[in-house]
């Protein structure tokens, strides 16, 4: 088996047809399989799968187990060389992954690479390749100075804005809402960590696996379409953003605390818990 693509689905019927018909276009020739894990739908996408793709191997949670957990639930099942993990609202290219596959199987070097992905109105979804997130590189994309100095490297370590969104490059992250990973890398470094229930899993297993010699790169040449938070998020969203920010917290603690003192990290946690407070409440009154 050559391709194994794991969805993660909660909530998606509207998009999740486009997304399983433009696969076989993706892959040109490869064999592969789809398999798909439903966090306990409630829009009627579960009966939608289970009537007319009996070919897929569909795993059906009682509850929402979370993003991380269902996407290592496929990751176990899947038998392919190389895994593509996609979410239900991206629609793939003609070739994409087929392209993707090529790039990455002539470099022993690379275990991870991520498409280009851009919305459905063909703008570049900038958070499809990334640098390192420390505190000066989220802050800055935080504040929207990226936005106003997007040439200036001080300011784009987050989203890597200063590099040419059509040109292949070395990164430190690509986006779980499409990208492929080789066996080998599953092999030696495991699955996600689950304490990410959602949100920056992708982040964190990149630098996972550059931490054990792996390269993780973006390839523009292959385009994916992403609506982007169509089902999932959207669909429970108080919960979705206090998992967001969450996140942020947990992939700080886990990766960069060390690299400053307590006063600082006490600040950082404070920061991010004012920031969900706000964000809850602007939720809360747009409804």
Not at 5 to 16: A, M, W, Y
Not at 183 to 196: A, M, N, Q, S
Not at 210 to 225: D, I, L, S
Request: hydrophobic share 40%; with cysteine; proline share 2%.
């Amino acid at each position: 088996m050559d391709v194994s693509f794991c969805i993660v689905n909660l909530n998606s019927k509207l998009h999740i047809q486009n997304c399983i018909s433009s696969i076989s276009d993706s892959i040109k020739g490869m064999s592969y399989e789809i398999n798909i894990a439903d966090n306990n739908s409630i829009d009627g996408s579960l009966d939608l799968i289970s009537m007319h793709y009996s070919s897929i191997k569909l795993i059906k949670n009682t509850r929402n187990i979370g993003y991380t957990k269902a996407i290592n639930q496929l990751l176990k099942v899947s038998r392919g060389n190389y895994l593509a993990i996609l979410n239900p609202d991206t629609i793939l290219s003609d070739h994409s992954i087929y392209q993707l596959i090529k790039y990455i199987s002539n470099r022993r070097d690379i275990g991870i690479i991520g498409p280009k992905v851009v919305n459905i109105n063909g703008n570049f979804q900038k958070s499809c390749r990334r640098g390192l997130a420390r505190p000066k590189a989220v802050f800055s994309y935080f504040l929207g100075l990226s936005e106003v100095f997007p040439s200036n490297k001080h300011f784009t370590g987050y989203h890597l804005n200063h590099l040419d969104e059509n040109e292949i490059n070395e990164v430190s992250g690509v986006s779980g809402s499409c990208m492929i990973i080789k066996r080998k890398v599953i092999e030696e470094i495991g699955y996600f960590d689950e304490r990410f229930f959602a949100y920056q899993e992708d982040s964190d297993y990149c630098i996972r696996a550059m931490e054990h010699g792996w390269k993780v790169y973006y390839y523009p040449q292959a385009v994916v379409k992403h609506h982007g938070g169509m089902g999932g998020s959207n669909s429970v969203p108080f919960k979705a953003i206090f998992e967001w920010h969450r996140s942020y917290v947990r992939f700080y603690f886990k990766h960069f605390s060390k690299e400053h003192g307590m006063v600082f990290n006490t600040v950082y946690l404070a920061i991010m818990v004012i920031k969900l407070i706000f964000s809850e409440f602007k939720k809360l009154i747009s409804i």
